[in-house]
């Protein structure tokens, strides 16, 4: 009898603790993740370099519609590095200090260049690793067991929506002699650079789904911890059809005429995938 009372006092004591964060309708405090993201090129020009990364910090949110059922979402500063490499064709762009050119900067309306060696270069790209920093707003169903204890187990369903805040250029590749393509540099170069014309799309979305553990170490505070996977559903660059902008905001050449006139601006349409860890601290 003694025992029965013990582990009844027991899980008195663990269904108490655990029963205000359980009540509580709405739960904000800090998230932080780390996790990895994966190019997926839509373009022969282009290939995947590699895996890139994530860093983020902000604000969450849980709102409960029912013990069980929730919406989640917040505000976080999402910092990503991902990379790509030249595919079936060389890729050039002229640029001059910090800003890479886009057609309308270099060419008048027949295709000839209006800007000078004297105050441009032309660059031949053999890698470029990408720095955006993104505003991240996501949009979530919530799906939770009741506390075992002091611990509850979850599972998200929903869209992840990012928006473009700023972005860097990291451009490894050969400044050339001249506007000649064929006239290369014996130098390699490796140059930071902002893009001063916008050619990554100020959206990009992700549908996801993770999993993971809610622990109420005191009062309504809980410790979370999640693990999710992220499928990217629209173009990371720019999409032409979208803003009705044609080839005017492009700066990646392809291909050049008997003159050395850039003859194609290439649009380098690409996805991503993300694995992201997350840890929250709720109130």
Do not use: H
């Not at 800007?115 to 031949?124: A, C, G, R």
């Not at 505003?135 to 473009?164: A, C, E, H």
């Not at 050049?256 to 290439?266: Q, R, V």
Request: charged share 15%; with cysteine.
């Amino acid at each position: 009898m003694k025992y029965f009372i013990l582990i009844l006092s027991i899980y008195s004591f663990f269904t108490l603790k655990a029963q205000e964060a359980e009540n509580s309708k709405v739960q904000a405090g800090l998230t932080f993740y780390t996790g990895l993201n994966n190019l997926r090129p839509e373009t022969k020009f282009i290939d995947n370099n590699g895996l890139g990364n994530n860093l983020g910090v902000g604000m969450s949110l849980n709102y409960s519609f029912s013990k069980t059922i929730g919406f989640y979402t917040g505000l976080i500063f999402d910092f990503e590095t991902f990379k790509y490499k030249k595919g079936d064709s060389n890729l050039y762009y002229y640029y001059s200090d910090s800003e890479i050119f886009n057609k309308n900067g270099v060419t008048d309306a027949n295709g000839n260049l209006t800007i000078s060696e004297s105050t441009s270069t032309l660059f031949s790209i053999n890698n470029r690793t990408v720095k955006p920093l993104y505003l991240s707003i996501p949009t979530m169903l919530l799906f939770r067991t009741k506390f075992i204890g002091f611990y509850r187990y979850f599972g998200k369903f929903g869209v992840i929506n990012n928006f473009l805040l700023n972005y860097k250029y990291n451009d490894q590749g050969t400044n050339m002699k001249s506007f000649n393509p064929n006239d290369n540099s014996v130098n390699f170069v490796n140059s930071n650079m902002m893009v001063i014309k916008r050619d990554l799309s100020i959206y990009k979305g992700f549908v996801g789904i993770c999993g993971g553990a809610d622990w109420n170490f005191t009062g309504s505070t809980c410790l979370i911890a999640e693990l999710g996977y992220y499928y990217g559903f629209n173009n990371v660059s720019r999409n032409d059809a979208l803003t009705g902008d044609s080839e005017k905001n492009r700066t990646i050449v392809s291909s050049f005429d008997s003159n050395d006139n850039p003859d194609n601006f290439e649009q380098l349409p690409f996805k991503q995938n993300q694995i992201l860890l997350k840890v929250s601290i709720l109130f």
